[in-house]
């Protein structure tokens, strides 16, 4: 069975900071890639996804991540972030042949103004 | 850390018939729970938001009579697919945010497979 590790519980950065977090999987198959945001108070959003093509995929509010098929990476960035992305990141895997989303732990982001 | 236990992983059940999932938090208490459906090669789709004590709040096109959700304590939220069809058959996950929405956990998932 697949599984996700995020390796940074909680990051905290200053405005206008560059933010790379870290997304690796262990499953040898094709996968399904995404990463979602929780704002404070709501529900899960998706910010991203990867499916096929182009192994760099943009996202929502300036977001993009790079899957590197070699590495089983799936690394999230944004080159300047802002207070408002103060949330919690998840990255998430599906094996092609199996819809079970397996989710990492989590980053809390919290970005200083 | 905070760990959420979601119960079954699978089930396999008739059509017809109901089936309950449950999401307990281990080690924490669960103001809020969300319980979100993911759909063959799409993304999560959130179903309904349950806070404690009171009665959740449903997602537009989620029936709340078919979906029955009940947070009855800090640490418990179950969903029950009642009279459920082959249609219903999806993955169901949920999640707890712990007091003041500090932090968000995820249970393990339910494969429902309705035959």
């Known amino acids: 069975a697949q599984s996700v590790s995020q390796h940074n519980h909680h990051v905290i950065l200053s405005e206008a900071a560059s933010l790379e977090l870290g997304c690796n999987y262990s499953?040898?198959?094709?996968?399904?890639l995404f990463w979602y945001v929780q704002y404070p108070g709501q529900h899960l959003q998706l910010l991203l996804k990867y499916f096929s093509g182009d192994p760099l995929v943009k996202g929502i509010k300036g977001f993009e991540a790079e899957f590197i098929k070699s590495k089983f990476s799936f690394n999230l960035r944004k080159p300047s972030v802002q207070w408002s992305d103060t949330a919690e990141y998840f990255c998430?895997?599906?094996?092609?042949?199996?819809?079970?989303?397996?989710f990492g732990a989590g980053t809390r982001l919290t970005v200083k103004p | 850390g905070a760990v959420v236990s979601q119960h079954p992983s699978r089930v396999i059940c008739k059509s017809g018939t109901s089936v309950k999932i449950e999401c307990r938090s281990l080690d924490f208490q669960a103001t809020t729970m969300f319980w979100y459906r993911q759909f063959p090669k799409q993304s999560l789709m959130l179903m309904a938001t349950s806070n404690e004590g009171s009665k959740a709040t449903y997602e537009q096109g989620v029936e709340k009579d078919k979906f029955l959700i009940n947070h009855a304590s800090l640490t418990l939220s179950t969903l029950t697919v009642t009279s459920a069809h082959p249609e219903d058959s999806s993955f169901y996950i949920c999640s707890a945010s712990q007091v003041n929405l500090r932090g968000y956990t995820f249970g393990s998932g339910t494969r429902l497979t309705v035959v």
């Open positions: 499953y040898g198959g094709t996968v399904n």
């Open positions: 998430a895997v599906n094996a092609y042949n199996n819809n079970d989303m397996r």
